[in-house]
């Protein structure tokens, strides 16, 4: 009896054990479903109009994830891309000069983006590599109010994308731009670094910039002073080297260095004319009575053409190899008719060469004197012993290979 009592409560404390286990797994599951709603932020791009969102140290190190405060001298990364996906959407762009610095996601919406889109966001502590996550809701919507049909851009090269992604030196960019266009609403479309348009890294210079492409769109028309900057007669002395033609005072200088040359107008007042849709026919032409194909094929036989294209060049190779073998083997000259052509002097020469080697070799295999000493395979020349050779050295020929 004791012992099972024993078992029975040592199977109570496992059950306990395991529903506890369970009641902590769930209570942090919850603790982080909770957190990570804290972590969710809402925004609402529109279509058509710029989005700028900062990346600030400050929304990453307050948040429930880290215990410890991290100082503002840590090096602080950033990397964002939509949910499910490696990357950003296409219409999205993300920029950080440096770790010290706050990263911006900015881009415009376009009518195909229009929706939910969910962007994670993970910062990145250089130092410690700890990491901290945020999602970002995008609600993309139509904006609200007038349209704004009268589109320019401006290529701005004092400064970086960065610089002016900031509402602050957006704010003045569009309050320089009012002294040079007619009064109206003027609003930020798309902000763009000139490296997505093809520019080039600037050399390691101070004050040299790489440049951003702001577009900005109103309502009211463009002023006659944009005209005259964008118009062909500057674009031709633009050609050549010279400032263009400007009707009115520069108010954008000099916070702002302008490239007048860059300027493009887009006036989407007047709706473009749209495209005649062709309408599908049944597949049969019109009766044409300069166009009369035939309608019967008449029968054409084809051995006398496979004839030609066999046997002909069958034929030459057969010519080409009866000349060959002709000029190898019936034209080559003998040795009777070498023998003729050679003088009796030379024959005589040769002969009297050849015998007097035979005569050397025959002489050189039959000799009985000993070989001298400066010959023998052991010979000191200092005390002129030397080792009894194995064999008659007498009988080796001089010139083994030709024994």
């Not at 797994?25 to 809402?42: F, K, S, Y």
């Not at 851009?153 to 002294?179: I, K, M, N, Q, Y």
Request: glycine share 6%; aromatic share 6%; hydrophobic share 40%.
């Amino acid at each position: 009896m004791p012992v099972l009592r024993l078992e029975r409560q040592g199977q109570v404390g496992a059950a306990m054990a395991a529903v506890l286990i369970w009641i902590s797994l769930l209570v942090g599951l919850l603790a982080g479903l909770g957190r990570t709603e804290a972590q969710q932020t809402t925004l609402h791009p529109l279509v058509g109009r710029i989005f700028v969102h900062t990346l600030d140290r400050e929304n990453f190190l307050h948040l429930p994830e880290l215990v410890v405060a991290v100082p503002d001298t840590v090096p602080i990364t950033y990397h964002a891309h939509l949910q499910g996906h490696p990357d950003l959407p296409r219409w999205l762009r993300y920029a950080q000069r440096s770790p010290h610095q706050p990263g911006f996601l900015y881009g415009t919406a376009t009518p195909a983006d229009r929706g939910r889109q969910v962007i994670e966001v993970t910062a990145y502590n250089r130092d410690s590599f700890d990491t901290t996550r945020q999602r970002l809701v995008l609600l993309i919507g139509d904006p609200e109010g007038p349209l704004l049909p009268y589109q320019a851009e401006f290529l701005v090269r004092s400064h970086d994308v960065e610089e002016v992604l900031p509402s602050t030196p957006a704010g003045r960019f569009l309050t320089a731009l009012g002294g040079l266009w007619e009064p109206g609403e003027l609003q930020l479309l798309n902000i763009t670094s000139a490296l997505d348009r093809g520019g080039r890294v600037p050399l390691p210079i101070e004050g040299r910039k790489e440049g951003v492409y702001i577009k900005v769109g109103s309502a009211s028309p463009f002023s006659t002073c944009l005209k005259m900057a964008a118009s062909p007669d500057s674009q031709a002395r633009c050609a050549q080297g010279q400032p263009p033609l400007l009707s009115c005072y520069d108010t954008l200088a000099p916070h702002f260095r302008v490239d007048w040359c860059n300027v493009s107008l887009v006036d989407k007042s007047v709706p473009e004319p749209a495209d005649e849709v062709p309408t599908p026919g049944d597949g049969i032409l019109e009766h044409d009575p300069f166009f009369c194909p035939p309608t019967e094929a008449t029968a054409r036989e084809f051995l006398t053409d496979a004839l030609v294209t066999l046997l002909v060049p069958l034929l030459v190779a057969l010519l080409l190899s009866l000349l060959l073998a002709y000029v190898m083997c019936c034209r080559r000259e003998g040795r009777l008719k070498r023998d003729l052509a050679t003088s009796d002097i030379q024959m005589v020469h040769h002969c009297t060469i050849r015998g007097n080697t035979e005569e050397l070799r025959q002489m050189a295999a039959s000799r009985e004197v000993p070989r001298p000493l400066s010959t023998l395979p052991m010979f000191n020349v200092r005390t002129g012993e030397r080792l009894p050779p194995r064999v008659d050295s007498a009988r080796v020929p001089l010139i083994l290979d030709q024994h």
